[in-house]
């Protein structure tokens, strides 16, 4: 099972809303990630967690919020966002951040419309 | 620094025909090397990967791909394309120094019938 689970799959929040994006994952990795594609770019990492502490911060505004409450969830949290933060957000995770062998496994991603 | 890059953002094929999408990397060591396809909609899937234990590597769908040192190129190719084949294709790199995924541009791959 190399699944990771994401939701909502779908979110339209106003400039003002604050919201979550969740992800979960039962595969035992202790290595988990936030990426975040604009249409037709590439996906571009924004955290890192490992062994649930923040690893790596790609220098992402402090609207975004991210969490890892034990080592199967991750979140970010969104709060007054812009409308070019309209993006599909892409959870991720791998075995372990430190052996770069380790394969990492994507979600199907939360596709984000800010209005 | 490690990068790559993939020559062509479009690749057209016919069906049946062979897909051959390129990827040329850049990095002073061996580097670690991925293939994912990306539906439209969807969220990444893992086509294949290199570790250095082997420089063909097969993947799934009937993907593989060759690691070519003195080419610098992990080009993608499967011999008989489908329709269902038609997505986005990103290859990757882990850059050690900052311990994440790096990805190409990405190449959409369209299967004409």
């Known amino acids: 099972d190399t699944e990771v689970t994401q939701t909502p799959k779908h979110l339209v929040m106003g400039m003002t809303n604050k919201k979550s994006l969740k992800c979960e994952q039962h595969?035992?990795?202790?290595?988990m990630y936030w990426y975040k594609q604009k249409a037709k770019k590439p996906p571009e990492l924004m955290f890192v967690?490992?062994?649930?502490?923040?690893?790596i911060n790609e220098s992402v505004p402090s609207r975004f919020s991210p969490e890892c409450p034990n080592s199967s969830l991750l979140n970010l949290h969104l709060h007054a966002l812009q409308p070019e933060d309209s993006a599909l957000y892409l959870c991720?995770?791998?075995?372990?951040?430190?052996?770069?062998?380790?394969?990492?496994?994507f979600g199907e991603g939360s596709w984000l419309t800010v209005v | 620094a490690q990068s790559v890059t993939q020559l062509g953002s479009h690749v057209s094929v016919s069906e049946g025909a062979l897909v051959l999408l390129r990827c040329n990397y850049s990095?002073?060591?061996?580097?670690?090397l991925f293939w994912y396809v990306q539906y439209p909609n969807q969220g990444l899937q893992l086509l294949l990967k290199?570790?250095?234990?082997?420089?063909l590597v097969k993947g799934i769908n009937g993907f593989e791909a060759e690691f070519k040192k003195s080419e610098t190129s992990f080009h993608l190719t499967k011999p008989s394309a489908h329709m269902s084949d038609a997505a986005e294709y990103f290859c990757?790199?882990?850059?050690?120094?900052?311990?994440?995924?790096?990805f190409g541009q990405g190449t959409r791959l369209t299967i004409n019938p």
């Open positions: 991720a995770s791998s075995q372990g951040q430190g052996s770069s062998g380790n394969t990492i496994y």
């Open positions: 595969m035992g990795h202790r290595a």
């Open positions: 967690y490992s062994y649930e502490k923040l690893s």
């Open positions: 990095s002073s060591v061996p580097p670690y």
């Open positions: 290199y570790t250095s234990a082997a420089t």
């Open positions: 990757a790199v882990f850059i050690e120094g900052a311990q994440k995924l790096v």
